[in-house]
């Protein structure tokens, strides 16, 4: 194309950029994605959150939007369309996930485990479960704190 690039699509970070410190979108941010969406671009909201915990921010900017969550492991379809559908979705398998946790435990890393729209969470120190707690009040998303590890297998 000759003259003025035209976009065809943007992708929408949530934590940190779209959203304020206060975890709020800006209004000046809502009419702007809007002007984007009424040109003909379409919006992409991309998160490292659970497709629910997305949703509300996706609501508020109502447009009819594409979706990649799960720090990209699922990509949905926009959100106009009745059901909306995946168009892909990767987990990891038992065994890698089996690897991660053991890795984890041993140095003493706190965990999130991301399954069926529920973030589960192993608390084995205050500082953990400190983090984990701003984390959750940050993004409203479900979670569930398990005792050790094995609950997780």
Known sequence: MVGKARYRLVALDLDGTTLDSDHKIPEENVT???????????????????????????EKIDVSSYMISYNGAVVRGKRSEVPRNFIARQSLSKSLSNRILDYARKRGFAVNFYSNEIVFSICENPTHRDLITRYQTMTSCRYE???NYDKLR
């Open 32 to 58: 702007a994605i809007r002007k984007l969406h009424d040109a003909g671009i379409h919006v992409v909201v991309c998160t490292g959150r659970m497709s629910s915990c997305a949703e509300p921010t996706e």
């Open 145 to 147: 704190f398990v005792e």
